[in-house]
């Protein structure tokens, strides 16, 4: 079964410095991978998105992913945070056509330190 | 920019009450979804819907839940004789395209408490 993995429950940060948040998947094939953020009391907004092609995938507000197939992972990043970033990021797998469901992770809490 | 928006913020029902839980997807898409959220929890997949029919759902949408298109812009959620344990967050999302993988775009949810 297909299955989505944030091994980080919590992560504390200090403003300007970087961030990787981690994600691994479980899936037979090439998968389509998302990253999203919720903040408190609000609903989920997408960060970026992994189809196909380069790796490296660029989204909003600074954030970038690599899609590493030998390790089944697509782990989150940002070279300096910024307080407004701290929020609830959940990675999430798609292994089908277009209507079908997406699998989230559990989810990590990333709290920003002054 | 096009969004998707969700009707009520936030519900509270009595235990064994029904809800009804409104959607309106971004115009142009084709697929609907409902996930929940239990709080402190993970995002869960409730139900996809696609040309007026259910196309896939998990093993918590069962016989309490059903989902409806009842016009050409609402997409409802409703939940019969609810339970404590049905409290949690639902949202609901669109994607557009057939016959591609794309991505859903999340409303802001709908906090459902059941007293």
């Known amino acids: 079964a297909q299955s989505v993995t944030q091994p980080d429950i919590h992560i504390t940060v200090s403003e300007g410095a970087s961030l990787e948040l981690r994600c691994n998947y479980s899936y037979g094939a090439t998968p389509y991978l998302f990253w999203y953020v919720q903040s408190p009391g609000q609903g989920l907004q997408l960060l970026l998105k992994?189809?196909?092609?380069?790796?490296l995938v660029q989204g909003i507000k600074g954030f970038e992913a690599e899609f590493k197939r030998s390790q089944s992972s697509f782990n989150l990043r940002k070279p300096s945070v910024h307080w407004s970033d701290a929020a609830e990021y959940f990675c999430a797998v798609a292994p089908g056509q277009a209507g079908t469901a997406l699998i989230f992770g559990k989810g990590t809490t990333l709290s920003v330190s002054s | 920019e096009p969004e998707v928006t969700q009707t009520p913020s936030h519900q509270v029902t009595q235990m064994g009450q029904e809800v009804i839980l409104r959607c309106v997807p971004i115009?142009?898409?084709?697929?609907f979804y409902w996930y929940r959220q239990i709080l402190g929890q993970k995002v869960e997949f409730l139900v996809s819907?696609?040309?007026?029919?259910?196309?896939?759902k998990s093993e918590i949408f069962d016989d309490q839940f059903s989902v409806e298109r009842p016009d050409g812009s609402n997409f409802t959620l409703k939940i019969r004789s609810t339970k404590l344990e049905d409290s949690a967050m639902y949202f609901c999302a669109s994607s557009g395209t057939s016959g591609r993988r794309d991505e859903q775009f999340f409303g802001p949810g709908t906090r459902l408490t059941v007293l």
């Open positions: 115009s142009n898409h084709l697929y």
């Open positions: 992994y189809f196909s092609g380069d790796t």
């Open positions: 819907f696609y040309n007026n029919e259910i196309s896939e």
